[in-house]
């Protein structure tokens, strides 16, 4: 049971005396109030200034340790920093793109709460000090804000960690309520039309480069996974290439966002081209190399793609904009959702219409003057009753059926 000891006095050893305690060694130095409670059978104290403060916090012992939510002392010393290392070991089976997200947002968290005990974390305080998250790259003068998707990124950080706290029984409540993290805004990237397509494959500096992006832009593959298909990827008989790996920035293979194959179809001059490219190749060849015969890294991608763009007059576009003119145009043609969703990799339908659903709107162009000629046929097929009914009364002599009875 918790209790309050008194640090400057001590009981008195005359017992003559009417005084029960009197000054001891300690009088007038630090902290007067000790709160002493146990935890798993060994005797844990905390100093206070005042008897109150001492008290009350005897009373929040008490409570939490009668209804089993009190943190004990070994436990409060606990950090982000303790629990970022199994959590982030514990992401393993992730795809590394999703694993390099983490890492990237625990960049920004630790310097400012890595060496915070979890008990402590304060949730108002950690939404404000998101909301005002920015970054400065190499290339630009002045810090700017982050964008909603990488703040929501460190709001999963902060929320995983604290649901692992929460677990392990290092805390009990939440410090981040329902509805804290930062909701992420949809993208505004837009589909080239045609005829910007045609400027930006005319500006590709080689052949290697052109035929990058045309599977880029008629298959909706990601660009990590265009840089590791392989010759064996591809099937002509079949007419499909198989989507097997993806490609980091190094280079680097690894597992598909979705940790899934799929394949894709691929005809036309395209087919041909493709397997053109795989004369004189072995099966484990790039299938898609720069002109050096290599993996495409980023930075070497960036620096083809900003020079494309430029010589096109494209601003504002990045090698994303392929894979969402692909969808738009496969759309166009006709495709279902089902389509999209095995073309595009994600795991359900739900998420292309979530992405994607806009692009169906066109079939809404097509409601007005399809109401407009049910209307007309309902006006032509009334009209045409009515004429019937009189048809049929002047063959009556405008009789009625049954006589009125007199």
């Known amino acids: 049971m918790a209790y309050v000891r008194d640090l400057w006095t001590k009981k008195n050893p005359d017992k003559t005396s009417h005084k029960g305690r009197i000054r001891g060694s300690r009088w007038g ?59 982030i070991k514990s992401k393993g089976g992730r795809a590394k793109s999703t694993v390099d997200g983490y890492k990237s947002a625990w960049a920004h968290v630790e310097p400012v709460f890595g060496s915070t005990p979890v008990c402590e974390l304060d949730g108002p305080t950690i939404v404000t000090w998101i909301d005002s998250l920015q970054s400065r790259r190499p290339n630009q003068k002045e810090a700017k804000p982050i964008g909603s998707s990488q703040k929501r990124k460190v709001g999963i950080v902060i929320n995983a960690l604290c649901q692992l706290a929460i677990k392990q029984k290092i805390i009990y409540d939440h410090p981040l309520e329902t509805g804290d993290l930062v909701r992420q805004q949809k993208g505004r990237r837009r589909a080239l039309r045609v005829a910007e397509v045609d400027r930006l494959i005319a500006a590709a500096p080689n052949d290697q480069a052109e035929l990058f992006v045309r599977v880029l832009l008629m298959t909706a593959l990601r660009p990590g996974e265009a840089k590791g298909l392989q010759v064996e990827d591809l099937e002509p008989r079949r007419r499909r290439l198989f989507v097997r790996r993806s490609m980091d920035q190094l280079g680097n293979a690894g597992d598909t966002k979705t940790h899934r194959e799929r394949d894709v179809p691929i005809g ?36 083809v793609w900003a020079k494309m763009c430029e010589d096109a007059g494209l601003e504002d576009v990045d090698t994303y904009t392929l894979k969402h003119t692909a969808v738009s145009m496969a759309i166009a043609s006709g495709a279902d959702v089902y389509a999209i969703q095995r073309m595009c990799g994600h795991a359900t339908p739900a998420t292309t219409l979530n992405i994607y659903g ?46 009125d009875v007199g």
Request: proline share 4%; net charge neutral.
């Open 268 to 303: 036309g001059e395209l087919l041909l081209d493709l397997e053109d490219a795989c004369v004189g190749k072995a099966p484990t060849d790039p299938l898609l190399p720069d002109e050096h015969g290599k993996v495409w890294t980023t930075a070497r991608w960036r620096r």
């Open 358 to 403: 806009h692009l169906w709107d066109k079939g809404m162009d097509s409601i007005p003057t399809a109401m407009d000629s049910f209307i007309a046929e309902e006006r032509a097929l009334e009209a045409e009753r009515a004429k019937r009914r009189e048809h049929r009364t002047a063959r009556r002599d405008g009789l009625r059926a049954v006589p």
């Open 29 to 87: 130095k630090g902290k007067r109030w000790q709160a002493v409670w146990e935890e798993n059978g060994r005797e844990v104290t905390k100093s206070f200034d005042t008897w109150d403060a001492a008290d009350a916090f005897c009373a929040r012992v008490r409570v939490g340790q009668e209804q089993g939510t009190w943190i004990t002392k070994d436990k409060r010393d606990v950090t982000l920093k303790d629990l970022w290392d199994p959590w």
